[in-house]
Structures are given as C-alpha cells and as structure tokens.
C-alpha cells in the first residue's frame, strides 16, 4: 500500500530501521533515487513511482529542490521534507513522526476550485489552511444541519468541510473561507467560539463529485491492489457492516474484487440500533446483490434483565457485538474455509487504528484494511460516485454511527437526538426515554 522513497542508501538504511521499531508487520516498500541529486534525481523519481501505491517521498533539506513537484505528480505522491540536512541524521523516533504527518497529507489536503471541494494532493485551486495533525480529519456537512443547530448561514454553499481536531474542535470552512470554529464537548454544550462574518465561496455537490473523480479512481485502484494481493489466499471473505460510510465503501471495494458469491456482509442488531441502520443496510444490500447476514448482539435483552447502560468504562455491549459477529461467521465458513475480514477502519478513527497494519492477524483470522488512508470526505463521496446513498443517519448531521443508547454518543449527537424529526422516532424505542434522562448535562439542543 506504501512506498517511501528516498535519495541514497544510507538514507533509506534510517528509514528501515525506523520502519523495524514502528511498523513491523506493514510490508512497506523502501527504494532509493541510487543517489541522484538535481535533474538526474527527478528522472530517477519518475523511475520509481508506482501508480498502485501511496509514493511518500522523504527528503532531507539539502534536497529542498523536490519540493518544486510536491503536488504534481499525481494524488497519490507527496513529497515530504523533514527538518534536518539529511534523512540519516534524523533520529528514528522523530522520523516515524515526520511519516506520519506524511501519511496525513493525503487524507487532510483539501481545496477549492471552481465551485467545489478537492480532496487532493494535487495542487489544484486554493489550498485550505488546514494543519497536517495525524489524528485531523475532514469531512462534508450540509449546509442546512449547520443553519439548524449552529446558526451559522453560508450563502451559496451547499456542504460545508469540517475539520475534526482535539478536544471536540472542528474548523468549518464554506468554500476557501474559514467561517466558524466550534467545540463539541462529550457532555455539555456545543459551543460557537469564533464567527466569522462572511458568506463564503460557491460550492455545491455536483463540482465536488467531478472535482474528486481522479483521486478517487486513484485511490481505489491502490486500494483494491491490496484486497487482491491476498484473494487467492481466502475462501470466504466477510465485511463487518454497520450502515456507516466507512464499512460501506469497503464492502463496495469487496464486490468489486472479490464478486458475490463468497462474500458476505454481516450487520449485527444490538436491538437498540438506530432504525434508520438496519432499514438502510437491507436497502443497499439489495442494491449491490450481497448476501447479508443479520446476527442478533441482544443488547437489548440485557438491558431487559436489569443491566445497566454501558459505559465509556464498561463497554460490556462491545462484547457481545463481537461474539455474535464470530457467531456469524462461524454460520457461514467451516472449520476448512480461511476466511478473510474486509475492515472499514480508517487511521483518522483513532491512534490504535492508525498504528495497526493494512493487512493482519487477529482472532484466528486475517484482516484487511483497504480504506486505512482515506478520510470522512473521500468515503461519503466514493459512495456518492458509486451511485450508493448516504445512511439518512449522516443527512441528519451524525459523524459517526452506533446505538442509540451508546455511550460514545457527545452532545451533538444528543441535541440532533432531541430534535425533531428524530425525537418523534426515538421516543417510542425501548430503553431511550430512560437513557436521555440518564445522560447528563445534555444541552444546546434547539428542539
């Protein structure tokens, strides 16, 4: 999935080692321009990019001359300079540092051009101030679910990008313009903290969706070189599926690779889902012609018997969407299958993500990560491009997906919760009237 390239061999002895300490385990390709400086050392360059990987191309400051090509060639290289004279005299610790922050640019670098969002490396209208931070990402949100809860109009705007940062910090953007900068707390208030007078830049969805179309064939193409490098390996090939953006894309990248016969989506009912899930994820399965399986967690069961909610510390509901999970596949696959998990985790989800490798053991199982370096907005828009529609979920304002009784759930989540249209749903589900009272210090909803 990953190519560093480097100028010399001593250059690319430091990155190995630091690749050993940090990354065992990610099968990454390290090459060398065989020493060449200048003229000699771009056409080398050209040489050795691959079209099916991520090319990070590493240079020290004595071969600031590269940077010249960083955005041009292509969406899927980046040219990165680490502070010191030369790759070798960085210690391996602050290298890894400088990969990652490499590794972000593909899923971060966002502009506008021409009345729509680019998603992009490639430099290609007016480039967002958004700092390149590895736990950052950037996702699309209507325009109207801004208006609703936050007060914040941009005429002319149809989405707008948000910047997930720390601490429930998000940046908007309306077009190149930063127009607000908001906190989402887990409890409390969601917060407008800075405003800023403007009605932004023309964007709507449609320039967006021709803006994006070659970095995502690109990306697409890399990661479905990954799902094919170990098809021949496997027997049976699962996609765990929640209805969300991300467990979608990667079913959608499954089908393509590895057809329907064998491969199988599973959607486990913990019984306190939101509706809107599970009807969604019936729905697209008979869009895509997958076979999908439907396995009970019994949360709901639990709760039933007098259980209390789980917590942010006990997240005893966990255990039991695994269990039935394996109760799934152990329904499908016998004991002589080597079955393949087709993962929708991706780097920005959280550091444990991030430091786990594209294609793994785990539980007896191989898992495989194709979608590891995209972010929210490359995923909501690849389904859009696939002709498969968002989880109505995310038409509401969601970030993310779960129960509605989940305790990941912040307090935007909560003041969407406790507006209408969805209040009228949830108000008659089993355990929700009980759960919201329990929730504390819920607040800044605008029923």
Known sequence: ?????????????AVKAMLRTFYQGWDIEVTTLKGARGEKGIERLHDVLSNEYYNIVLIGRQDKEFLKLDGMLGANTVIHMVP??????????QLASEFERARARFRLETRWNNEGYVFSIIKRGVRLPIEVNPAFDVFLENKNVVSKYLGIYCKGCDYLVFVRKFSGEHDIFCGKNLIAKIKIPDRGYVEVYEKRDTEGSLVNLKKTLENNIETLHVMEKISTKLLKNVKNKHDVYIVPWSGGKDSTTALILAVKVFGRKKLYAIYVDTGVDFPHNREYV???SRKLGVNLIVEEAHVDEELSKGRRFPTNEDRWCTKLKIAALYRAIDSIAD???????????RDAESELRSKRPPIRGHEGFMQVAPIKMWSAAHTQLYLLQNNIPLNPLYELGFYRLGCYIC?????WEIMIMKST?????????PFYKEFITSF????????
């Open 1 to 13: 999935m990953i190519r560093i390239i480097v100028r010399a061999k001593k250059d690319a002895d």
């Open 84 to 93: 010191k004279e030369k790759i070798r005299n960085t210690r391996i610790s």
């Open 282 to 284: 019936e729905k697209v």
């Open 335 to 345: 004991s002589r299958d080597k079955v393949l998990i087709i993962m929708g985790d």
């Open 407 to 411: 305790p990941a759930l912040r307090s």
């Open 421 to 429: 249209p969805l209040k009228n749903i949830l108000d008659n589900l």
């Open 440 to 447: 504390r210090e819920i607040g800044n909803n605008r029923e």
